[in-house]
């Protein structure tokens, strides 16, 4: 489940109140797995999606814009997408 305003897509700023730096999504690797986040200059600044297994997955869904963390419909993108 998603705080309001805990992602960009629910109400973040879009802006790193640290560094000021204006973050855009984008593919973030980590040892979970992808998942579209993004990025500012103090580190990670938001989690916009689940995990991905795959890069391909991920630019997929971002692609499609089919990522929210809300959304459940993502392992069935994995199952239906099988890519690697």
Known sequence: MVMQGET???GAP???PNCGKKVKLEIVMSPAGFYIGTMCKCGPYSRESGYYKTRELAELALLTNFYHRWRRWRWKLQE???IG
């Open 8 to 10: 960009i897509s629910t």
């Open 14 to 16: 879009d802006v790193c």
């Open 80 to 82: 239906i997408f099988t």
